[in-house]
């Protein structure tokens, strides 16, 4: 899921000299005219500013040291290109085909390196298994024993020769994800509860940066087993302290993960923790607490102005009139929407002879998809076609496809089904 927040005072910093310099090309035959870019919080995609295009480039300029992931989106045909920074300029040549980036090409330094990191790590993951297998019928003195002996040191290496001072940011990327997420089979290597808890204390202000938060957090609470969540939670935040930015955003970060595997019990036993808290609350936290709060059984469910509505006149949510509404996020490629929908669609006639109205929001990324399946679905349709980077999947606190509301006709929150059989069990339509 994905979050973004706009951050004004970021913008009106743009136009001060720049640290360092984002510059992107693209063919002429690229049909896209905006460009926004992106900076990372955890989990969380953060809006820096927009930039339109000027002879097939767009130059961002950014205002002040960042060493971190970034990505720039292309709203109207929705490609995506990542890349890091060093707080040095960044240099990106896309391959386009059809408005679709097929290919990214790093100019400069720091992202060419990062790439062949990249690319070396997946071979680790995939060949070095294989390699270590066959190595022991192979005698180290023949070519091939040396060449595979050789492969095998090389490829077992941690962050390689990366220099820290040079590049530190691909050095402290490399260096802790080998750490603390390699699929490494030695016992021995795996990190404990306390490697983690001393990594995410010590760490700098790369690990918001560097989207290792959240895996590290569920590698944390995996080795902590499942029968000591809540003990291994309170040993965390304890030592983190959640009054300081570092403990706020590591607990919204575990909300957010006990929400997404429906660990219901944790989710709200650390949720109350972060409403009652006292102290200041940082921008990450304060999201999550709203997003929330938006979600809760009672609460008006947020309106939505409608993008391009199909099957309704309605220019938002809330102007759709009915006495209930079973509001449904879904997506073409999401084989449980397969599957749940038309058992909806079956009874779609009987629940709309009682005045209920089914509103659907894709998280489709494809137009051509999209629009073919809405085809047989006769309630009111819309989507953004942004997938999970849809304004709505924060405001509603979405975590999976499908997931479902029930409104009444206030547009106040008084169900929250699982399953399109609770839908149908509510309104006894089976």
Known sequence: MKKIYILSAALTAFSLQAQFTVTV?????????????????????????????KNNTWTFKYPTSYMGMMKLNFPNTNNMVSFISENKNVSIKLDVQNNKVKDIIY??????LMNK??????????????????????????DFGKALKEEISRLSGGAGNIDQTQHPFIYYYNTNYSKFLSNSADPSKKATQDDIINFLDKSNDMLETSSLLRPVLVSYLN????????????????RLKVETPRGQT??????????????????????????NLKCTINDRLASTLK?????????VFP????QAPANSTAKSLHDIKADKKIIVFWSSTCSHC???????????????????????????????????????????????????????????????????????ANNKIINKPDHVGDVLEYFKAK
């Open 25 to 53: 090309q693209a063919p002429s035959d690229f049909k896209e005219q905006e460009a926004i870019l992106y900076t990372l919080n955890g989990s969380k995609d953060i809006i820096v500013t927009k930039e339109q295009n």
């Open 107 to 112: 100019q400069d330094e720091v992202n060419s």
């Open 117 to 142: 990191q990249q690319e070396g790590s997946q071979k680790k993951e995939l060949i070095l298994p294989a390699l270590t297998q066959i190595k022991e019928y192979y005698k180290d003195n023949t």
């Open 223 to 238: 080795a902590g087993g499942n029968t000591n969540v809540g003990a291994s939670v309170d040993k965390l935040l304890d």
């Open 250 to 275: 590591v607990l919204s970060e575990l909300i957010d993960i006990f929400d997404v595997y429906e660990m219901d019990e944790f989710k709200t036993k650390y949720l109350n923790l972060a409403k």
């Open 291 to 299: 997003s929330n709060a938006n979600i809760e059984m009672g609460a």
């Open 303 to 306: 309106n939505y102005k409608f």
């Open 338 to 408: 397969e599957s749940e929908l038309p058992q909806l669609l079956a009874k779609y006639n009987d629940l709309k002879a009682k005045n209920i109205q089914v509103v659907g929001f894709s998280l489709d990324v494809d137009k051509d998809s999209y629009t073919k399946k809405i085809a047989a679905f006769p309630w009111v349709n819309d989507s953004e076609l942004k997938g999970w980077n849809s304004s709505y999947v924060d405001t509603y606190n979405v975590h999976a496809t499908p997931t479902y509301f029930i409104l009444d």
